[in-house]
């Protein structure tokens, strides 16, 4: 071979040996991939007590994979391009209520347009019993607490809805599950209506499962009908703020790798009372709040803004209003409760949340009801979690147990 043969080889084994240097010792490690919704491996993972089996050698190839410089585009570019390719096909399809499955995730693409949502729920007997027995337990404790009003409220999601079932050969049970339940209680109850598409798009995030700025807001004016029977003394927004055009990749784009557009995230601003807050116990001297966001800098783009504006990692939360107001509300709720417990606020002196699950996870205990009750003098409780906290298993157990009326 010709030196001149020789000189290209072995600039390409100077060019990936300096490269695996670099992404080895020299870049900053990345710790996780939003974009395949991952941990990566970094250079802390490397154990020189694995040289003799095997795994060295393999972690390092992993390694050099997942630190690749400018890895991240490569990956988003590779989604965008099937994403586009399969995009083409999708737009030839007139019918728009066809879901159109985002790779190999439970995630779907509501006909060509740039909503996503999750597979439809699938009707059955045994998960209408758990929600017709969840209804029993609540009609028993408003029954033996006749002088506090017990409500439910269900923060409606689009997978609920049957609009999808004729265009995809379903037979979804989301309507009927509503439907079991509103019949089973005994107690006030509403449900954030989706009327067609056109409330998913103007409601909710097209990326996430949870409601938007708009959303929130009218959940709120729901609540507040439901409880006190009008919207007379309701906050409004005093301003809007969607941050520069922010955009909000959430649980659905993260499952699905970030293949669209993003949603534009934006939230309200209003006059909020002066409160106190506790989180789990603590004096919170710095609550998240929909002003706080709004006034916020400095966001990264790939942050799950809905935690950061809303703050959810709480398992018990106690708001305190300071000025001269009565009534005390006790809200058992999941996430979609976040936006709206300052707002609801505005209404009473006391607002306790509990997210049942995180509750016992911070506790390690269950949030007992009577004594709860009993011993703050409780007015009013409202019960707003979403349909599947009322029946859902998965391979974490049985969570829909967190969520039982549990009594003293």
């Avoid at 290209?8 to 080895?24: G, K, M």
């Avoid at 017709?132 to 923060?155: H, L, S």
């Avoid at 909000?248 to 995230?265: K, L, P, R």
């Amino acid at each position: 071979m010709k030196k001149s043969e020789q000189i290209f080889p072995i600039l390409v084994l100077i060019i990936l040996a300096l490269t695996s240097i670099y992404s080895l010792f020299v870049k900053d490690q990345e710790m996780i991939s939003y974009v395949e919704n991952r941990n990566l491996k970094t250079n802390q993972d490397l154990h020189p007590r694995e040289l003799l089996n095997g795994v060295f050698e393999s972690t390092i190839e992993t390694i050099l994979t997942d630190q690749f410089y400018d890895r991240y585009e490569f990956v988003k570019l590779k989604n965008k391009i099937n994403y586009a390719n399969a995009n083409i096909l999708y737009s030839l399809i007139d019918d728009p209520m066809v879901l159109n499955p985002v790779g190999d995730t439970y995630v779907n693409q509501i006909g060509s347009s740039q909503l996503l949502m999750s597979n439809p729920i699938a009707y059955s007997d045994i998960i209408n019993q758990r929600i017709i027995d969840r209804a029993g337990q609540i009609n028993k404790i408003a029954e033996d607490y006749p002088n506090v009003g017990f409500y439910v409220y269900k923060p409606t999601q689009i997978q609920e809805k049957d609009f999808f079932d004729s265009a995809n050969g379903l037979s979804s049970g989301g309507d009927r599950f509503e439907e079991s339940l509103r019949t089973s209680l005994q107690v006030p109850y509403s449900s954030f209506k989706i009327g067609d598409l056109n409330d998913y798009e103007k409601y909710f995030y097209s990326t996430d499962h949870h409601w938007n700025h708009r959303g929130s807001y009218q959940g709120y004016l729901d609540i507040l009908n439901l409880i006190e029977g009008n919207k007379d003394d309701a906050l409004s927004p005093l301003a809007e703020n969607c941050k520069d055009g922010l955009k909000f990749y959430g649980t659905y784009s993260a499952q699905s790798g970030f293949v669209n557009d993003g949603a534009d995230f934006c939230v309200y601003k209003f006059d909020l009372p002066e409160y106190v807050a506790y989180s789990d116990g603590q004096l919170n001297e710095n609550p998240n709040d929909t002003n706080q966001f709004f006034d916020r800098t400095g966001i990264d783009t790939m942050d799950y803004h809905y935690n950061k504006a809303y703050s959810l990692g709480n398992g018990f939360v106690h708001r305190e209003n300071q000025a001269d107001i009565e009534g005390d509300l006790l809200i058992i709720g999941d996430s979609y409760a976040g936006p709206v417990l300052p707002l609801l606020l505005n209404h009473y002196k006391n607002i306790y949340f509990v997210y049942p699950i995180n509750y016992k996870g911070i506790f390690k205990v269950e949030f007992k009801y009577d004594s709860f009750i009993k011993e703050k003098n409780i007015d009013k409780v409202l019960f707003m979690y979403t349909i599947e906290n009322y029946f859902l298993s998965d391979e974490w157990g049985d969570r829909y147990l967190d969520f039982d009326v549990k009594r003293d």
